[in-house]
């Protein structure tokens, strides 16, 4: 006997990255950032009073939109807040897929994308990238009602070109919402946001985890025209954000200089640990995001990310058919990435 509906009973959860008690361990597998937030961020919490821990917070979260907004030349009715950036996911698949409608996007990605689908009963239609992971043609003719694209991509780190994305925005015009997963733009060269200006279908996502390193925090907006972001609302829960959360987002966000000078140190790394993998063998497909895809064909990458483990390094792997050649790395700091190529260069030396 089950109390559950067929559909939650039969699927699986979402299964999170491994996260280690030991604040030791060198934690490349879930994509946070490894510097912290702006020193604002705490300020803004430190200032927090028992006054407004004792009211409801502002349902819309204003003080964040009105800083998202001046700060992405937008209005705030563009702008929706969210408890992180998995809570406009799960919104979307609730708002616009059911039995008979729904959801497409290509694969490999964001393994959330089929939990969501499960769990709302809506078909899921999965439609394989290519080797370089291009835009997939066949993605217009599902027939889904929701369509997200994750970019830069999740696991692989690649990007489509904005130009692409407007296309298949136009494509999917009073057929389908294209939700533009954005959780790590921060760390690429061009952003979508510009097409919720032209296209009524479009919703961008963004997470303050990553870029911000607010990972702990639970904080993400979405940005639409605002007919989408009204109808969003519906199914947002009234007080989603909490103050804390909203006065720290907003601190982080106000903190431009800050969180510029942190991507650029992160994309500094990602440079030198792209060429360290490649010198050791690995091919690396070409990241715009905080971590790197790292194929490796002389040794099982299961084993290599056991060993890892066996070191107190924790990457991340997936044992599915199509990706179970590869390792997706967190781009860490100078130090943590020594220690993985350091401890990469002794497995790949003992099993030579
Ligand atoms: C592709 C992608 N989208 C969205 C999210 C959601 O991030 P958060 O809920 O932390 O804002 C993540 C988190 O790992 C992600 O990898």
Redesign the pocket.
């Known amino acids: 006997m089950s109390y559950f509906r067929e559909n939650i009973e039969k699927m699986a959860g979402y299964e999170p990255g491994f996260q280690p008690k030991d604040p030791e361990v060198v934690k490349l597998n ?2 946070e950032n490894p510097y912290p937030a702006s020193p604002e961020v705490l300020r803004a919490i430190k200032n927090i009073t028992a006054e407004q821990l004792r009211r409801y917070p502002a349902p819309a979260a204003d003080a964040f939109r009105d800083a998202a907004a001046e700060i992405l030349g937008l209005s705030a009715e563009n702008i929706i807040c ?6 406009l ?1 799960n919104m979307a698949v609730r708002a616009f897929c059911d039995e008979n409608h729904p959801l497409a996007y290509p694969v490999p ?2 393994s ?1 994308y089929p939990v969501l689908a499960k769990m709302q009963n809506c078909p899921a239609i999965e439609i394989p990238f290519d080797n370089e992971f291009n835009l997939p043609a066949k993605l217009v003719s599902a027939e889904a009602v929701l369509t997200i694209v ?1 970019n830069p ?2 696991p692989s780190g690649t990007v489509i070109p904005k130009e692409e994305l407007a296309q298949l925005a136009e494509e999917l015009k009073g057929k389908s919402v294209l939700l533009i ?1 954005e ?2 733009v921060d760390f690429a060269e061009e952003t979508c946001v510009e097409l919720v200006k032209k296209y009524e279908n479009v919703i961008i ?6 870029g911000y390193s607010l ?1 702990g925090l ?3 907006f979405g940005i639409a025209n605002e007919s989408l972001i009204k109808g969003l609302n519906k199914v947002k829960d009234s007080y989603n954000a909490d103050a804390i959360a909203i006065a720290a987002a907003t601190a982080a966000i106000k903190d431009q200089g800050y969180f510029k000078k942190n991507i650029e140190k992160i994309k500094k790394e990602r440079k030198r640990l792209t060429g360290q993998l490649t010198d050791l063998g690995f091919e690396v497909y070409p990241s715009r995001a905080n971590f790197l895809f790292a194929k490796y064909t002389k040794q099982r990458a299961m084993d290599i990310y056991e060993k890892l483990k066996g070191k107190n390094i924790y990457v991340r792997y997936w044992a599915y058919p199509d990706i179970k050649d590869k390792l997706r790395i967190t781009v860490g700091t100078a130090e943590q990435n020594d220690k993985l190529i350091n401890a990469l260069k002794e497995i790949i030396s003992q099993a030579g």
Not at 82 to 87: A, I, P, S
């Open positions: 879930t994509n969210v408890n992180g950036g998995d809570e996911l990605t964001y959330l994750c991509n999740a997963d959780a790590y996502l963004r997470s303050m985890s990553k990972a639970r904080f993400g």
